[in-house]
């Protein structure tokens, strides 16, 4: 099975300012999607962003963007003027081509952003 | 479109009792995944269906659990008994399987209390 990590558990940006959220990912897959979701205390689950792996550009929405390292396997999520509405946990996802169209999920980083 | 409705939003019960948890997935959707959602375990995922069959129930807790898809607009999972640590978020999810269509869409989310 595919596994997705994401080795920040907590982490806290000021108002204004911009972070970085980490994710690595084990795929023998070549061609695959991405995704970032964000989950505020509502519990709604939102897509922020995504990512196709054939893509070499990184995407954008936004304020935020994605740094996509194919050979490294990571995908980072950088949320540029952070705002209080930002606070929620994000969680980082991956989806096969060949694997039969599951999600994995990381376990999530919960954002704090600090007036 | 209206989105994956998830049924009820919330739910408290008590140990020993039958429940049901419904989801409406997004019309042309043909994946539907079941996930649980806990400060412990994190995102799980149960079960997941392609086109109304069952694909991977790898997930599923045990045998108080099952869930069904008797058509392309309506599934259920089924918890019974039911034992306080079934307590969690449920959330019902869906996508297309077409190529480059990508995302999951989740419901709200079902919040199940068992006491």
């Excluded at chain 1, 054939?54 to 952070?82: G, H, M, P």
């Excluded at chain 2, 948890?21 to 995944?33: E, N, Q, V």
């Excluded at chain 2, 806990?38 to 599923?60: A, C, K």
Aim: hydrophobic share 35%; net charge negative.
């Amino acid at each position: 099975a595919q596994t997705v990590t994401q080795s920040q558990p907590e982490m806290s940006v000021q108002e204004a300012e911009t972070v970085t959220l980490s994710c690595t990912y084990d795929t023998s897959e070549s061609d695959y999607y991405l995704f970032w979701y964000k989950q505020p205390p509502s519990r709604q689950m939102i897509l922020v962003i995504r990512q196709e792996a054939y893509k070499q550009q990184n995407a954008t929405e936004n304020r935020f963007s994605v740094n996509f390292q194919k050979a490294a396997k990571s995908f980072s999520l950088k949320i540029s003027d952070s705002q209080l509405g930002d606070a929620a946990m994000y969680f980082c996802a991956y989806r096969g081509s060949n694997t039969g169209n599951q999600f994995y999920f990381g376990t999530g980083t919960s954002l704090t952003v600090i007036p | 479109d209206a989105g994956v409705i998830q049924s009820p939003r919330h739910e408290v019960t008590e140990m020993g009792q039958e429940v049901t948890l419904r989801c409406k997935p997004i019309s042309g959707h043909d994946y539907l995944f079941w996930y649980r959602q806990t400060m412990m375990r994190g995102l799980e995922l149960l079960i997941y269906f392609n086109n109304n069959v069952p694909i991977d129930d790898s997930g599923m807790p045990e045998d108080r659990f099952s869930a069904k898809m008797p058509n392309a607009s309506f599934s259920t999972l089924k918890i019974q008994p039911s034992e306080p640590r079934d307590s969690a978020v449920y959330f019902c999810a869906t996508s297309s399987g077409r190529a480059g269509a990508g995302e999951l869409f989740f419901g709200e989310g079902s919040r199940l209390t068992v006491l």
